[in-house]
């Protein structure tokens, strides 16, 4: 282990990896960073699986067996897709038994299509978990108004649950009260609540970009020196309010009957800016009972020169609140900010699930010319 992944795992923080291939798995380089950079989980993408499709020969073999077949695109990705959780999901698991449970994890998405589709994405959601069949998995549902009760059914179904596309507190509250409805639906419907587990992944890196482009808009030096602070202060605000929700006693009647608190997670964590630190939005978040879902390059600076220093969240709730504060002062609306970062947050998936598609058929079409 890294000196440096180490303190950050010491903190109390799951250090999650924001990237899967087959290679990945089959070359021994997941397990490597298991044993070498304190990966305890790990979360996908479209962009992902698109990256890896494209990148080398691990699924050749597999594209030509659904070539041959005749198998729909569409149908293509999910058996691609789902291989390689159940694969990840299986070099994790020793990890997963470890923690009971609370790490270990493999997260695969939803359809993004079905980001406004409640029934939908309850439907994908119970394939997936079956699909997969591994109880480690965690099944990714955007935190859309439409997907919130799906958040529920698919808890109250017995299946883990990454929660994912959160910008806003006022929305993170709602997925907390979805996560306790699920749970307590859970409860009613027989299942043992210890075996249920929920992350709500809340996007830091972006929250900047969108508001920094607006304060450079502005161009003052006040507004300047607002740069760089708001994606922070969003999420430490968030963490106050999970500390809030999971003190009440609405939680602690389901804590009694043996459900997990659903952590925070810390996502969208690559830096954007070359100007900040590169670790800034994990140094900066490091605080028990979280998840930092990282992408590479984060992780290995991390490991090189990052330098966690301890709790830097809870305590500075009023400077989060003052942050916040001085932005609407500066005429940035914080409400019009996490709405734009939220329809742009699904455009996005749905722009690299079509790219996802795109690389699946191009590859089924190779294949099956090469016959």
């Given at each position: 282990?890294t000196?440096?992944?180490?303190?950050?795992?010491?903190?109390?923080?799951?250090?999650?990896?924001?990237?899967?291939?087959?290679?990945l798995?089959g070359s021994?380089?997941?397990?490597?960073?298991?044993d070498?950079r304190?990966?305890?989980g790990?979360t996908?993408?479209?962009?992902?699986?698109?990256?890896?499709l494209?990148d080398?020969?691990?699924?050749?073999?597999?594209?030509?067996q659904?070539a041959?077949?005749?198998?729909?695109?569409?149908?293509?990705?999910?058996?691609?897709?789902?291989?390689?959780?159940?694969?990840?999901?299986k070099?994790?698991?020793?990890?997963y038994?470890?923690?009971?449970?609370?790490?270990?994890?493999?997260?695969i998405?939803?359809?993004?299509?079905?980001?406004?589709?409640?029934?939908?994405t309850?439907a994908m959601a119970?394939?997936?978990?079956?699909?997969?069949?591994?109880?480690?998995?965690?099944i990714?549902?955007?935190a859309?108004?439409?997907?919130?009760p799906a958040?529920?059914?698919?808890?109250?179904?017995?299946?883990?649950?990454?929660?994912t596309?959160?910008?806003?507190?006022?929305?993170?509250?709602?997925?907390?009260n979805?996560?306790?409805?699920?749970?307590?639906?859970?409860r009613?419907?027989?299942?043992d609540?210890?075996?249920?587990?929920?992350?709500?992944?809340?996007f830091v890196?972006?929250?900047?970009t969108?508001i920094?482009?607006?304060?450079?808009?502005?161009?003052?030096e006040?507004?300047?020196?607002?740069?760089?602070?708001?994606?922070v202060?969003?999420?430490?605000?968030?963490?106050?309010?999970?500390?809030?929700?999971?003190?009440?006693?609405?939680?602690?009647?389901l804590?009694?009957d043996?459900?997990?608190r659903q952590?925070?997670l810390?996502a969208?964590?690559?830096?954007?800016?070359?100007?900040?630190?590169d670790?800034?939005?994990?140094v900066d978040?490091?605080v028990?009972?979280?998840?930092?879902t990282?992408?590479?390059?984060?992780?290995?600076?991390?490991?090189?020169?990052?330098?966690?220093?301890g709790?830097?969240?809870?305590g500075?709730?009023?400077?989060?609140?003052?942050?916040?504060?001085t932005?609407?002062?500066?005429g940035i609306?914080?409400?019009?900010?996490?709405?734009?970062?939220e329809r742009?947050?699904?455009?996005?998936?749905?722009k690299?699930?079509?790219?996802?598609?795109?690389?699946?058929?191009?590859?089924?079409?190779?294949?099956g010319?090469?016959?």
């Amino acid at each position: 282990m890294t000196t440096n992944t180490q303190a950050l795992s010491d903190i109390g923080v799951s250090i999650w990896l924001d990237d899967l291939s087959r290679t990945l798995i089959g070359s021994g380089d997941l397990q490597k960073l298991i044993d070498d950079r304190n990966v305890v989980g790990v979360t996908t993408n479209p962009t992902i699986f698109a990256g890896a499709l494209s990148d080398g020969s691990a699924y050749n073999e597999q594209v030509a067996q659904l070539a041959a077949a005749g198998t729909p695109v569409d149908d293509a990705v999910f058996e691609i897709t789902t291989q390689d959780v159940h694969n990840a999901a299986k070099v994790l698991r020793p990890v997963y038994d470890a923690t009971d449970g609370q790490d270990g994890r493999v997260s695969i998405e939803v359809d993004p299509r079905l980001a406004k589709d409640t029934d939908g994405t309850i439907a994908m959601a119970r394939k997936l978990w079956a699909k997969v069949d591994q109880p480690n998995a965690m099944i990714k549902i955007p935190a859309t108004v439409e997907g919130l009760p799906a958040i529920t059914a698919a808890l109250a179904d017995g299946i883990s649950v990454n929660v994912t596309l959160i910008f806003s507190l006022e929305r993170y509250r709602g997925v907390m009260n979805a996560f306790l409805a699920g749970l307590e639906q859970a409860r009613e419907n027989g299942k043992d609540l210890s075996s249920i587990r929920s992350v709500a992944s809340f996007f830091v890196s972006r929250v900047d970009t969108e508001i920094d482009k607006r304060l450079d808009a502005i161009g003052s030096e006040d507004a300047k020196a607002l740069k760089g602070k708001a994606g922070v202060a969003n999420a430490r605000l968030a963490y106050q309010a999970f500390e809030e929700v999971f003190a009440t006693p609405r939680w602690q009647t389901l804590a009694a009957d043996g459900a997990h608190r659903q952590r925070p997670l810390w996502a969208s964590t690559g830096v954007k800016d070359p100007a900040y630190p590169d670790t800034l939005y994990v140094v900066d978040l490091a605080v028990s009972d979280t998840v930092n879902t990282m992408p590479p390059k984060t992780l290995e600076a991390l490991a090189d020169h990052g330098e966690p220093n301890g709790d830097q969240v809870t305590g500075r709730y009023d400077e989060a609140a003052a942050v916040l504060d001085t932005l609407e002062g500066q005429g940035i609306s914080y409400a019009d900010v996490v709405a734009v970062l939220e329809r742009e947050g699904v455009e996005k998936f749905d722009k690299s699930w079509d790219e996802l598609l795109d690389s699946v058929k191009s590859e089924l079409d190779k294949a099956g010319a090469a016959k």
